[in-house]
């Protein structure tokens, strides 16, 4: 239904809540694959991965690194105040979002996990959502030493120090996400290799995933929502193993939706994909042209969200309506530390 209007509703889909994974898998490489290339769904684990793709394709994951973002502290009144680092700036200072029982004023100060001082700086941000504060310390340090684990919040629990190595990819090397890019999760070092000897490249790019990504949509016309802007780069290694896949016949397989989402916005201007680093506030849904990746892998995401609605127009709305469906009735699970799935681009 090429001509086809589609609303909020139409990402909608009943999920019971048991299916939400509230552990990772006992290894990373035990999730299950839901492979949705073929005319019928196929229940494979991510371990098939090596014999499902082609000698000469290209893997290509998000090397983001996801910082210790949750903050508890306190206001000099004594009330609570909970902390989320969305960016880290010069200077010391930092973008976050503030939760409080009353908004501080500039110029207030915060202390965070009884260890340091913040000072209010002001509010930030398009909307106003988000607060700068100046920090008394390298902003990275401080987190790592006193932060938590920012889980998602369909995680119902508090973070472990097993979700410190869990809740990041063994690819990780750049610090400044605040969600994990979950495909990614997927991969240990065994599987990793078993894809090499198979011929498989890989490569990186990064794209700090900001906390926007749970940010609901609350228009049911979708051409009034706005998404968060998220800082990516290309790196010319990824352009040039991109252009070499090509060359060989091979297929660019996107390892996540925030892979897929710096690729192709990276490509939007004519001329093909280009090095370099930029903001992103792409928003995808069905009808988009994609210009880079022919597979993706990816989890399972939230009904309404705006990830459901980036796979839909990537691997097809009626396809994708179809593999959740299926998901669902065979247990998968779900969200960050759930089960994934295989998606080919739809036809044009």
Not at 39 to 54: E, S
Not at 290 to 310: E, G, K, W
């Amino acid at each position: 239904m090429p001509d086809r209007r589609y609303r909020l509703a139409d990402f909608d889909y009943a999920l019971p809540p048991e299916l939400i994974a509230q552990q990772p898998p006992p290894e990373r490489s035990s999730a299950r694959l839901l492979d949705g290339t073929g005319a019928a769904p196929v229940d494979r684990g991510i371990g098939d991965l090596p014999a499902l793709l082609r000698a000469g394709d290209l893997l290509v994951f998000n090397d983001t690194r996801v910082l210790k973002a949750r903050l508890h502290g306190r206001k000099a009144s004594g009330g609570a105040v909970e902390a989320l680092v969305e960016r880290v700036l010069p200077g010391h200072e930092v973008l976050a979002h503030l939760r409080a029982s009353k908004s501080p004023r500039a110029g207030s100060r915060l202390r965070f996990a009884d260890a340091f001082d913040a000072e209010v700086l002001g509010r930030a941000g398009p909307d106003g959502a988000l607060f700068r504060l100046r920090l008394g310390d390298e902003p990275h340090a401080l987190l790592d030493r006193h932060g938590h684990v920012p889980l998602p919040p369909y995680i119902a629990r508090a973070d472990t120090p097993g979700d410190e190595a869990r809740y990041q990819s063994v690819l990780a090397q750049r610090p400044g996400a605040v969600a994990a890019p979950t495909a990614s999760l997927h991969f240990d070092a065994a599987l990793l290799q078993a894809l090499q000897a198979a011929g498989i490249e890989r490569c990186t790019l990064t794209l700090h995933v900001g906390a926007g990504t749970f940010q609901p949509v609350r228009s049911e016309d979708l051409g009034d929502h706005r998404m968060h802007a998220e800082w990516f780069e290309i790196p010319p290694a990824a352009v040039a193993a991109v252009q070499a896949a090509r060359a060989r016949g091979g297929r660019v397989v996107a390892v996540g939706t925030t892979v897929l989402r710096a690729l192709e916005s990276a490509a939007q201007a004519e001329g093909g994909l280009c090095a370099g680093a930029a903001e992103t506030t792409l928003f995808v849904t069905p009808g988009f042209r994609f210009r880079v990746a022919d597979l993706l892998v990816t989890n399972f995401h939230l009904p309404r969200s705006t990830l459901l609605m980036l796979v839909s127009a990537f691997a097809g709305y009626e396809r994708v309506r179809a593999l959740y469906a299926h998901a669902v009735q065979a247990r998968y699970r779900f969200f960050s530390y759930g089960d994934a799935m295989l998606l080919a681009r739809a036809a044009p």
